[in-house]
């Protein structure tokens, strides 16, 4: 017997590509060393004797995967959504991201996130801490206890902000940065990984951008970051940085766009068909925010564009543009922003599909891990198992219209079992 | 003692206009034979005798209004969204309302439906059924028992969908609709009242619509409907109505457009200052539905004019345009939306504000039902209860911000207590 293997039964639903949704009804899915190993109708004679996980009628899904989520605005979501983006980041963000020099306010402050962020259907995300050391570590401890698989990145910002929430200089941004990385080695975390996290380009000068370059060649970390999200910033990056040719340009003559690591940038509401060119040449991921893209009213990105060229595009919560950590909600806000974008501003552009919405929220996004966000053979079990009965209905619904409810209409009620890697977390 | 007095006390937050949100904390409320007398930072000595429910830090609003919502789709909400309305009609509404012919069919469906309203926010609902008399009938029983106020009608439609609903002809519409009305008068319902439904004018012949204009004037009977939706909608009226000025017209020539008697008209999407003045002059109410608007690709609704212009205008869910009845995921899908009109469309009409939402979904909606919706001396007193303890915050937040929140991300386990013209219901 091999004691890594065991097995899961239910209707087993997963996307296969962004038009492929595969649904396995009433299947077996059999799990070794944390990875699917496949999926079965009738369980073979080999796994007779494992110990297999009945979820009956219940729809079994991979893991959501959060792409942009900032932690420490978890706080003020739902709240002051009346101003675009640079005012809003003043108004609202600085002044509560800088409470976070305070551990005790940090431990209260996230503990919140990262229990709600359980008991959600994610099981990986990208995770924007704060530029505090300390308070990152704090986070990145209790996300390890909680089981999920994250990137958490301590935030680097030494210009354009109040004095409260800025580093020094770039030296000691770039210090701190070193500190906290060494710091999360010692820590010997099994899932919970660093991630570079450069504000977005008017926090950070030429410098910091070079030291930070230079750090991500020594430790190879991937990055994360923000990217034409509203027209007021795109203008002020071109103020900033008039030697680039496009904004994401800004990050790429640093080498800080995709070519060396892998790289995720929040939003591209405004990317225009030179930086689409550029980020599928250098593998940038895209972490497509259509609630903070309606709620500091900056727009509606191009996805169907993304999708059609080949560039990778996953789902991000954006809390606290977004109001929720739920996945599942931002899946139904890409599709219905997808079609006020076609009816609004170009029809040449479809409006995204259930399939495809899933296909983000799930592979698209979970590419970034690995191979994470889907069923197939070979790939990471990340799996929520789905309860429905609550959300009654009075004719039968076949399990592809089960899950469109879900996407609809959800909350953490109906999520009751997740697995991350092979592991049962709740 | 006045039997008919008693008093809540709470957080209580209610608008007097679209600009002013009024908030009287930790305050008093007495509401006599179902109205509001007051709101008192200390309770008057006169009132010392009287039964307090003390709800604490607990925030109270006024109940929610739905100006437009179809009890027969509640079974498929969330389902089907990727068509637009002419086309979703024939593939989702039609086979699902055909359906309500069957009064055990009727009885599982709506009491889904009836059950889920009550435990919303929602105190007062204007609610399409289906042309089924019986089945009518049953849910305006299950309404009544439910202790909700609303008003119900039975469908009209004797044109332009397929045999398996429609009516025989105009007489054979408004036959059914005089017994209908007769049944219900029978009835002796105290809060469920007949609304006279033609469902939009390509359902309706002209016909139909002279001899629902002699029962209106008959039984004097308010009327809701379809207006301006989508622009293929548009054209068909054109066609059909080629005699009528605009959409609205084709209504009002029949004497069915607010002149005479109490009219809300759902969506109004693609109403042209023409129609918003006619709508301003008879005292037509607009049912705002953002989210079916977003879901069918229908576009948005230019609600700041109707506001800034005076027309009188308040929340509708649209279920299943809209995938939910909750009425406060409906303000925060309008203020939304009007950020995207305002991104993508059309920059002179500013955003909604929260206080703006708030308003239609209350005291702008609420007055299709009388003095209803708000807290002030002479409103019926509809009242819902909010506990968001399980919403929690590391930081301390004002009665606005946490009302804010509940816009965004509460749902029924939020909703502790509710009152409809006084009666507690839950």
Known sequence: MNESIFILKGNLIY????KELEVCEN??????DGVVRGIYKTLPFEYGGYPVEDYGDRLIIPGLVDLHVHAPQYSFRGLGMDMELLEWLETNTFPEESKFCDMEYARKAYGIFVENLKKSATTRACIFATIHRQATLLLMDMLEEAGLDTMVGKVNMDRNSPDYLREASAEESAAETVEWI?????????????????????????????????????????????????PGEISWVKELCPWSEFYGDAYDKFGLFGADCPTVMAHCVYSDDREIARMKENGVFVAHCPESNMNIASGVAPVRKFLDEGVHVGMGSDVAGGSTE??????????QASKLR????????????????FFMATKGGGEFFGKVGSFEPGYELDAVVLDDTRLKHPQDLDVKKRLERMIYFSDDREICAKYVAGVQIL
Chains 1, 2 share one sequence.
């Open 27 to 32: 299947s077996y899915l059999v799990c070794e």
């Open 15 to 18: 996307s296969k590509s962004a």
């Open 342 to 357: 076609w009816r609004l501003q170009d029809e040449s552009l479809k409006p995204l599909t259930v399939e495809e919405a």
């Open 182 to 230: 060494k710091d999360v080695l010692h820590k010997k975390y099994k899932h919970t990984k660093p991630i570079l996290t450069p504000r977005f380009t008017p926090s950070c000068t030429d410098e910091l951008m070079e030291k930070l370059k230079m750090i991500q060649m020594r430790y190879s970390l991937p990055l994360q970051s923000h990217l034409s999200e509203n």
């Open 326 to 335: 739920s996945i599942f909600t931002a899946m139904a806000h890409a599709i």
